[in-house]
């Protein structure tokens, strides 16, 4: 069962513009989101995180947008570049029990940023 | 400091073959997570250790397993391979775990023929 649904599948955006990667999520029980950024050959790795009692974060170009009560999240990447050209994935953590928790992954955004 | 290192990097196996998949994480992180990565699944959560404890499992079949020793390293085992475990294999360390603060390694791609 999907938990995390994330759109669109593949985004091309010229130079100096917005790039805007959305996520939706179902179980409240959600409790950080974060986004990570895959390059080909590589693992991913975290680029920035939210938690549910903040509707924004910005960190250098990127912003993470989350609205709880539609339980939609986004990620703003503003004056693209093309080194920012690569797979997107926004996540979600739930804790089941104790400390056992684990993320949840959208399917991933693959970011083209042309000149 | 050093990254997260997982080895090998490539691996071809044939059918009804088992793999050791092997992750050192970054010194001083006592979590270690496993996550396949396929093109038509995306990152699915295969298992947490933390302090050679299995924390969390996800909904694979016990032909894959793990282990975590006492210096943090971590080994996931598939037995009887499938032609469907060809994947990026990839494991994420962290302090705490939990999903949180993940840095993931390189991966290593498992090519099951």
């Known amino acids: 069962q999907q938990q995390v649904k994330q759109s669109p599948q593949s985004l091309i955006v010229q130079k100096g513009g917005i790039s805007i990667i959305n996520c939706a999520y179902e179980n409240t029980a959600f409790d950080y989101f974060p986004w990570y950024q895959q390059f080909p050959g590589k693992g991913p790795a975290l680029l920035i995180a939210?938690?549910?009692?903040?509707s924004e974060k910005k960190e250098g170009r990127f912003t993470i947008s989350f609205n709880k009560s539609a339980k939609q999240f986004s990620l703003h990447i503003m004056d693209s570049q093309p080194g920012d050209s690569a797979t997107y994935f926004c996540a979600a953590r739930i804790v089941n029990t104790g400390t056992a928790s684990k993320l949840t992954f959208g399917t991933g955004t693959r970011l083209q940023v042309t000149l | 400091k050093a990254g997260v290192t997982q080895t090998p990097r490539y691996l071809i196996k044939t059918r009804g073959q088992q793999v050791t998949l092997s992750c050192s994480p970054i010194s001083g992180h006592r979590s270690v997570s496993w996550y396949q990565q396929t093109p038509g699944q995306g990152l699915q959560f295969l298992f947490e250790y933390f302090s050679e404890t299995q924390r969390n499992k996800g909904n694979f079949p016990g032909r894959f397993s793990g282990r975590q020793f006492s210096n943090s390293r971590s080994e996931m085992n598939v037995s009887t391979l499938e032609l469907g475990d060809s994947a990026l294999y990839l494991c994420?360390?962290?302090?705490?775990?939990?999903?949180?603060?993940?840095?993931f390694g390189s991966g290593t791609r498992l090519t099951v023929v």
């Open positions: 939210i938690r549910p009692d903040v």
């Open positions: 994420a360390s962290s302090l705490g775990g939990s999903g949180l603060g993940y840095t």
